[in-house]
């Protein structure tokens, strides 16, 4: 999972490259959330995994 989000992660920094209008700013805005919601997954998992 971190891996997806590791992934839209850089999709979010090259849609920023081209500039936050338009599709690469949805991109962008959409890669953001992802992230934190597969980063959250990940911590989940690690504390799961851990106790």
Not at 40 to 48: G, M, N, P, S, T
């Amino acid at each position: 999972m971190l891996h997806y989000a590791l992934v839209f992660l850089v999709i979010a920094i090259i849609a920023a490259l081209f500039g936050f209008t338009g599709i690469a700013g949805t991109a962008a805005g959409i890669a953001k959330i992802l992230f934190v919601v597969f980063l959250i997954f990940a911590v989940i998992a690690f504390f799961r995994r851990a106790s």
